[in-house]
């Protein structure tokens, strides 16, 4: 099996994973796979970047199950979920026929305890050696789900094959980004290709961001404020470019940063500013965004709605830089705003969509 | 009256000699919080400002302060020690303020309070304020604020003063409006504060402001259902986030059905709430509501 290596699911369907029959198979597909980009339907259009494949013994397969371990939140501790109809979509599984999933919360207070490793071989329909393998698979990914900090372990398919061993076929693993300052050297494993470039470079800046398919570049402070601000810009008929949350002690540095990230997205029409400003001054955010402006010469509408500390300066800095600003005091007059400059603001194919 | 705090709370706040801690450690105390001690250890001994008596340790300044609650602004690495600190001293309310606290270092403090007397707020969460009882223990600014008789629940920070000022501005006041935090892993989470309001004669109405990720939405709209006897305005953010994404928040992720902004408004709307269409119409709402009681 030649297996592309990337941060991303549904890799089998993309072309990611395959079968191969003799060496000189396996090296043309792995040459054919690395420097190629692979698009699953996890990773967008842009797909992501193969660096490493994985080549591996064939296992035949007698049956497919699926085990991971993840932080469950309403049983504010880890969970292990297995269910023997493993191999395809979990979600699906979960969705249509819940008695399938089996789910053991551990004690994070005393760890994995061996009773509750049989109940899960159990639940997977594994016996005798089988169940002892599978046992002491759940250990070891209890204590690297642990000593690593991670959000999820998923193995799927785990598999018995058909000359009965138990073998993890893939896996997927997540590590948490908040807790690497312990884990140096596995943040240096990171491969920052694998993101999309601007997201990469707001991971740097230290700006929230996810890029959308929209037109509308959103600069806001406050994850809630910013995820609602996305929904503002969709209901009056447009469509945000992104999620960006600046933060609350953010500088000049970092909003010029962060107007830069949103501005190298070429499918931006207009920029909408959303501020509430408490910690955060509304005139380091007014300075930020016409320093970026004018060092890329952008000239696109602007729509500012800043309310908070030092508001009059931020606007009186807006309204002389020359640029297009359109004010708002309140979240009814941005939408507002909004639908006036609707035309401006939506993207050629929306437009011909019309 | 109010929920959580009070004109009796006397505020501890761990990491008060910091640059943040100390910031909002004077806000606190100018919006009329009675802040009675603060801890940094190694600065035992010391004052704050010229005012607030700082100790080495937690359980010292309960001792010589008598102090019942806390808000903490160690940084979210040594969040969990902290934390855990204030619960091993007896502190009624510990409210946690740093943005990424590892989850697993959540889990093990949720854990250890499992049992014990001590209520956890957040963590990353803006920390709560009673315009009515003047006490403020967070971050967020006490001037949108006005009393009143609405009560206001939210995983978002930003987004709860953006709903204050709108009611402020309508001439709408708040009775207390408490940020439970971002996070997945949470210590009071929306069902635990709906039951402190629904007990509160204070609170006629109550705001709640969810967002995408995890099923509390809906655990609060079968709470709503069943016993929740006063009118729920709520308010999802999110609606337009793609799935699998995290937005800003470490919980607002959607992964699967129920995480949707769309699933929450439905079961917010089935359990008789007020669902907002757009948040510019939170505080609107809000009157409408009132105004037709």
Known sequence: MVKAQVYAGGRGKAGGVRLVNSPQDASDYASKLIGSRLVTHQTGKEGVPVHKVLVEETASVAKELYLALTVDRSAQGPVFIASAAGGMDIEEVSAKQPEKIYREGVDIAIGLQPFQARRVARALGLSGDQAKAAGSMLTAIYRMFMELDCTLVEVNPLAVTSDGKVIALDAKVDLEDDALFRHPDLAALADPAQEDPSEAQAHEAKVAFVKLEGSVGCLVNGAGLAMATMDLVRRVGATPANFLDVGGGADDEKVVKAVNIMLSDSGVKGILINIFGGILRCDIVARGVVRACQERSASLPIIARLQGTNVEQACEILAQSGLDVFFATTLLELEAQLKRALPTLRSANELSED | ?293
């Not at chain 2, 969990?80 to 093990?108: N, W, Y």
């Not at chain 2, 223990?137 to 003063?161: F, Q």
């Not at chain 2, 609060?220 to 305005?233: D, G, L, Q, S, T």
Request: aromatic share 4%; charged share 20%; glycine share 14%.
């Open chain 2, 1 to 293: 009256m109010s929920v959580l705090v009070s004109k009796d709370t006397r505020l501890l706040i761990q990491g008060i000699t910091g640059r943040e801690g100390g910031f909002h450690a004077q806000r606190c105390v100018e919006y009329g919080t009675n802040v009675v001690a603060g801890v940094t250890p190694g600065r035992g001994g010391t004052m704050a400002f010229d005012k607030v008596p700082v100790f080495d340790s937690v359980d010292q300044a309960v001792r010589e302060t008598g102090a019942n609650a806390t808000l903490i602004f160690v940084p979210a690495p040594f969040a969990q020690d902290a934390m855990i600190e204030a619960a091993e001293a007896g502190v009624e309310l510990i409210v946690s303020i740093a943005e990424g606290v590892p989850v697993l270092d959540s889990g093990r403090v949720l854990r250890y309070l499992r049992g014990r007397k001590s209520r956890l707020l957040g963590p990353n969460c803006p920390g709560l304020i009673s315009p009515t009882a003047k006490c403020k223990v967070g971050i967020m600014p006490g001037s949108i604020h006005r009393p009143g008789r609405v009560g206001v629940v939210s995983r978002s920070g930003t987004l709860t003063y953006e709903c204050v000022s709108q009611l402020s501005a309508l001439g709408i006041g708040q009775s207390t409006c408490v940020g439970i935090g971002g996070d997945p892993l949470i210590g009071t989470n929306f069902v635990d504060v709906l039951k402190l309001f629904n007990k509160d004669i204070d609170t006629d109405l109550v705001v709640l402001i969810g967002e995408i990720g995890g099923s509390m939405e809906q655990e609060a709209a079968a709470y709503i259902k069943r016993n929740f006897k006063k009118p729920v305005v709520s308010f999802i953010a999110g609606a337009t986030a793609p799935p699998g994404k995290r937005m800003g928040h470490a919980g607002a992720i959607i992964t699967g059905a129920a995480a949707t902004a769309e699933a929450k408004n439905k079961a917010l709307k089935d359990a008789g709430a007020h669902v907002v269409p757009s948040p510019g119409e939170m505080g609107v709402t809000v009157q409408r509501v009132l105004g037709g009681r």
